[in-house]
């Protein structure tokens, strides 16, 4: 008997057009928390250790990268700065959307 994967559910998830239009509406959040893992990791840096640059808790932190909340820019620019990382914000245009 084959196992379904993750990746198996949401490929066949994707088909389902309301599937589709709410997981590509939760892009920019997950993009946003997967570089703040992302910075976080290559600094080689605890959840606590950036909490500490950035004089604040490890709670917080935790909240950043789970996509709990919308941080403004300068959160984002300590959080940065702790991380030895520099912030970049782009506008790119949308793609035609069927």
């Known amino acids: 008997m084959k196992r379904t994967t993750v990746d198996d559910l949401h490929k066949n998830w994707m ?3 309301d599937y589709r239009r709410e ?3 939760l892009e920019e959040e997950f993009s946003l928390t997967a570089a703040l893992i992302d910075a976080r990791s290559r600094a080689g840096l605890t959840q606590e250790q ?4 950035m004089e604040t808790t ?23 700065k702790a991380t030895g990382s520099r912030l970049r914000i782009s506008f790119e ?6």
Not at 50 to 53: G, K
Not at 58 to 80: C, D, F, M, N, W
Not at 93 to 98: I, Q, S
Request: proline share 10%.
């Open 15 to 17: 088909k389902n057009p």
């Open 23 to 25: 997981y590509t509406a």
């Open 50 to 53: 950036v909490a500490q640059r």
């Open 58 to 80: 490890q709670a917080v932190v935790a909240r950043l990268e789970g996509g709990g909340s919308k941080p403004s820019t300068r959160t984002l620019e300590k959080y940065a």
């Open 93 to 98: 245009p949308e793609e035609a959307r069927p």
